[in-house]
C-alpha cells in the first residue's frame, strides 16, 4: 500500500504535477538548442533546489531530464544540428524529410516513438530492475571495451559509402577524444605543447561544428534554391504506420534499456545501435537509409528514450550512475539526506516508486507538448536560406560558447565546421567522427583496467576473450560484423554463382 501510494503521490499533487510538465517543457527546448545539454541544465537545478523538499525536487529534475533527451531530435531534423549526442542518428533521416517537406511527420513519428519507447524503459524498471542490473554488473572491463570496439565498428553501417571511409572518420573522432591530459598518468597527449589543447577538445564544439558549419557553409551552394514547404495537414502518425514500425521500435526499446542500464554508456550510444539494427533487419525500409527512411527515426528515438528507464536502473538498485544526468541525481538525492542503492530500495521503496511514477508523467508530457508547436518549428525550416544560414551560424556559436563559456570552443567549432565541409564534400560521413569522440573514453579507460586487472600479461588478456561467455558473444558479433561489412562475402558469392553458371 505505501509503494503505491507513493507511485500516485504525482498524479495526485498539483504542485508536483506542475512541476514534472514545466520541467518536461523546458527539457524540450533546452535539448533543441545545441549546447544547452541536459546535463548542464539538471546539474544548475541542484544549486537552486537543494533547501526544496525532495520529492519536488527531483520531480523538476526528471521532467527536464525526459524532456532534454525527445528535445534533441528537433533541431537534429530541421537543422541538421543535432540538439544532444543521442540525436544524431537522428538526423541522419530526419533532416532529409524536412527538406522535402515532411518534417511534420518526421517530428510526430519522432515524438510518438520517444513515448512508446519511454514507457518501456519505464516499465522494465519498474518490474525488473534487479534483474536488468545483475547483468550489467557481470560486464568486466574488458567486455566495456568490447562494447566500445562494437560501436566504432558501426561506422560501416552509419557510413552510406566507402567502409574504410567510415573506419577512417571514426578513428579520426578517437584521436580527438584522446587530446588532452591522460587522466591516468596526467602525461599530456596529442597537445604538441600547446596549453590550450591540455584540457582536450570539447566533443559539442566537435558536434556543433560538424553538422552545424558544415551544413552553413554546404546551403552557400544553393541559396538561390527555392524555399521547400512543409506538409503539416497530419502530424499524428497513420496507425497503420504505427502498426508496422511496432516490432521494431519493441526491439529498439530494448536495445536501449540494455544499453542505458550499463554504467558509462547511455542514449547516444543505444540510438547509434538501434540505428545499425535497424538498416539490418529492416527488409523493405521506406526509403533508402540516410535519404528519409522513416524506420531511422523510429529505431534511435525509441532507443534513447528507453535508455533514460535503462540509466536509472543500476542508479537505483547498486547506486551507480548509468550516465552523466543519473550520476547529477545521485549528488542530489545525497543533499537530501538519501543514500542511493540496494538500502535505498529496502529503506525508503517510496522514493523508488515515486520516480517511476514522475517518469510515467514525464513521458506524457512529453507527448502532449511534442505534438504541440510543430507548426511553429517548422516554420524554421521555410526561412530563405539567406536568412537562415546566418540563424544556423549564430546557434552554432552560442552553443558552442555556452558549454565552457570559451571562445576557443567557438574557434574549435568553426575549424570543425571547415573540416566537416570538405569530409562531406569527398564523401566521408560526420556521424562516425562524432561516436568515435564519445566512445573514446569508454574504449581507452576499459583497456587498461583489462590490462591492469592481468597484470600487463596480455596472453592472459585475449584469453580471458574466450573464457567468459560475455565477451566471446561480444567478440564473434564484432568479427560477424566486420566480415559482413567486406567484399569477401559478395566476392565468394559472385565466385559461386559463377561456378554454377558454368
Not at 91 to 117: C, H, K, N, W
Amino acid at each position: 500500500m505505501e509503494t503505491l501510494l507513493a507511485f500516485l503521490t504525482i498524479f495526485t499533487q498539483p504542485e508536483l504535477l506542475l512541476l514534472v510538465g514545466l520541467g518536461t517543457f523546458a527539457g524540450v527546448y533546452v535539448g533543441a538548442i545545441p549546447g544547452l545539454s541536459v546535463t548542464m541544465a539538471v546539474s544548475i537545478l541542484i544549486s537552486f533546489t537543494f533547501s526544496w523538499p525532495v520529492y519536488p525536487a527531483i520531480a523538476l529534475m526528471i521532467g527536464i531530464y525526459m524532456g532534454g533527451v525527445y528535445g534533441g531530435s528537433r533541431t537534429a531534423i530541421l537543422l541538421n544540428i543535432p540538439g544532444a549526442p543521442s540525436a544524431i542518428a537522428t538526423a541522419m533521416d530526419g533532416y532529409p524529410m524536412a527538406q522535402r517537406g515532411e518534417a511534420g511527420e518526421a517530428i510526430g513519428i519522432t515524438t510518438v516513438m520517444s513515448f512508446l519507447g519511454g514507457f518501456v524503459g519505464i516499465a522494465v524498471l519498474a518490474l525488473a530492475a534487479p534483474y536488468v542490473s545483475d547483468f550489467a554488473l557481470t560486464f568486466q572491463p574488458r567486455d566495456y571495451m568490447l562494447l566500445a570496439v562494437l560501436g566504432i565498428l558501426l561506422v560501416g553501417s552509419l557510413s552510406s559509402g566507402s567502409l574504410i571511409k567510415g573506419i577512417f572518420a571514426g578513428a579520426l573522432g578517437l584521436v580527438i577524444g584522446c587530446v588532452g591530459m591522460d587522466p591516468l598518468t596526467f602525461d599530456e597527449r596529442f597537445t604538441f605543447g600547446v596549453p590550450l589543447l591540455q584540457s582536450g577538445i570539447s566533443f559539442i564544439a566537435v558536434m556543433i561544428g560538424m553538422f552545424g558549419v558544415s551544413e552553413a557553409l554546404l546551403q552557400l551552394h544553393h541559396l538561390q534554391a527555392p524555399v521547400v514547404r512543409q506538409k503539416i495537414d497530419r502530424i499524428v502518425p497513420h496507425w497503420s504506420s504505427l502498426r508496422r514500425h511496432l516490432p521494431l521500435s519493441l526491439q529498439s526499446s530494448t536495445i536501449g534499456v540494455l544499453i542505458g542500464a550499463l554504467p558509462g554508456t547511455g542514449g547516444d550510444i543505444a540510438a547509434l545501435m538501434a540505428y545499425d539494427h535497424a538498416k539490418r533487419v529492416t527488409r523493405n525500409p521506406s526509403r533508402s537509409f540516410g535519404t528519409g527512411a522513416i524506420e531511422g527515426l523510429v529505431a534511435p528515438e525509441s532507443a534513447n528514450n528507453a535508455a533514460v528507464g535503462g540509466a536509472f536502473i543500476p542508479m537505483m538498485t547498486l547506486g551507480i550512475p548509468g550516465d552523466a544526468v543519473t550520476a547529477i541525481m545521485i549528488g542530489a538525492l545525497y543533499i537530501h539526506g538519501l543514500n542511493p542503492g540496494p538500502m535505498l530500495m529496502v529503506d525508503q521503496p517510496g522514493m523508488f516508486w515515486f520516480i517511476v511514477g514522475a517518469l510515467v508523467m514525464a513521458n506524457v508530457f512529453i507527448l502532449i507538448f511534442g505534438l504541440t508547436g510543430i507548426r511553429i518549428f517548422t516554420k524554421i525550416v521555410e526561412i530563405p536560406r539567406a536568412f537562415l544560414i546566418p540563424l544556423i551560424l549564430l546557434l552554432s556559436i552560442v552553443g558552442a560558447y555556452a558549454v565552457n563559456n570559451a571562445v576557443t570552443d567557438v574557434y574549435w567549432m568553426l575549424g570543425f565546421g571547415l573540416l566537416g565541409y570538405f569530409m562531406r564534400h569527398y564523401g566521408y560521413p560526420l556521424g562516425p567522427v562524432i561516436l568515435g569522440v564519445i566512445l573514446s573514453r569508454l574504449l581507452d579507460d576499459n583497456w587498461r583496467r583489462a590490462i591492469i586487472s592481468e597484470r600487463g600479461d596480455l596472453g592472459a588478456f585475449f584469453g580471458g576473450l574466450f573464457s567468459s561467455p560475455l565477451s566471446t558473444v561480444l567478440l564473434l558479433v564484432i568479427v560477424a560484423i566486420f566480415v559482413s561489412q567486406t567484399p569477401l562475402p559478395r566476392l565468394l558469392a559472385a565466385r559461386l554463382h559463377r561456378h554454377r553458371a558454368a
